[in-house]
């Protein structure tokens, strides 16, 4: 079983930066690989960025690709995931999870096996 909780979510100006967390919690949620997504009420969830369960390994989504920037730490027993977000748009303006399976390399599919509950992020002058 894995949990996943995230934060740092908020009210940002266009063109600033956020840094959201992920906190990784489970007796093997170092051998997970961990996806950041978002949503749109109305819309259909993207991938944006994932890694793998170590943290070598990351796959990005075209909307995601030199802006965002996602990071990982196991050097605890509660690993935490980050993504960077820079120069945001007023189309980021979304609410975002993480997301994991059990698994080595990662995905940007909609197929993890534990979501997260979520965070706000909202991009206005």
């Known amino acids: 079983q894995l949990q996943l909780v995230e934060s740092g979510g908020g009210l940002v100006q266009p063109g600033g930066s956020l840094r959201l967390s992920c906190a990784v919690s489970g007796p093997t949620s170092d051998q997970h690989a961990i996806g950041w997504y978002r949503q749109v009420p109305g819309k259909p969830r993207e991938g944006l960025v994932c890694i793998s369960s170590n943290g070598r390994s990351t796959e990005y989504a075209d909307s995601a690709r030199g802006r965002f920037t996602i990071s990982r730490d196991n050097t605890k027993d509660t690993n935490m995931v980050y993504l960077q977000m820079n120069s945001l748009e007023l189309e980021d303006t979304a609410r975002y999870y993480c997301?994991?399976?059990?698994?080595?390399?990662?995905?940007?599919?909609?197929?993890?096996?534990?979501w997260g509950q979520g965070t706000q992020v909202t991009v206005s002058s």
């Open positions: 997301a994991g399976r059990r698994a080595f390399y990662c995905s940007l599919g909609q197929d993890q096996s534990y």
